[in-house]
């Protein structure tokens, strides 16, 4: 991780190379740090450059993060001590609303995933994000009753939010409110 000075602001930044990328991104991490990817085939970068033509959109973005967000952090030793109680709660959501969609689930796991709140995979194995034990209830609700509606659509379709908005009416407030103000801190 390096750092640089951008409008009085020290700003702690990596750079990555990418063989899927095609051109230079910049991208604010969770925990307010910068990532700036670039072309696999890419030999030089002059990052200061990149830094002072994207300086207005960085700052705000900054800005954006320490106003808006409350960050929900942890590393290993956090993850250890709260992914028994996070199980726990995933568990007993799921036994609440299973019973609404009438489907079989594989396996439920509980990870210290980086930047997702849960997935599920076409085998219909289940993982969730342990920081949803932080979350408010609602949230919580959301994030799992989203991931079980995967079992039945793994997609985002209008039918996959009709059967969502069984069990929670009010997901558009629940997704808006989770992207708008939690993010995944990781250490």
Known sequence: MANLELGGKKINYEIKKSK??????VAILSDRDILVTIPHRQR????ERIFEDKQDW???SLANYENNYILLKGGSDHY???KKTALELVE???AIFVGSYNIEIGRVCVRNQKSRWGSCSSKGSLNFNYRLLF??????????????????????SHRFWALVEQEIPDYKACRKEL?????????
């Not at 899927?20 to 991104?25: G, L, M």
């Not at 030089?44 to 990052?47: A, D, E, G, L, P």
């Not at 979350?135 to 919580?140: C, G, I």
């Open 20 to 25: 899927r990328a095609k051109y230079v991104r």
């Open 44 to 47: 030089f970068v002059n990052v």
């Open 58 to 60: 960085i700052l705000k």
């Open 80 to 82: 250890k001590k709260h």
């Open 92 to 94: 007993n959501k799921i």
């Open 135 to 156: 979350l408010p209830e609602h949230l919580a609700e959301y994030i799992i009753v989203h991931e079980l509606c995967h079992l039945v659509e793994l997609n985002h």
């Open 179 to 187: 992207r708008s103000k939690y993010k995944i801190v990781v250490k």
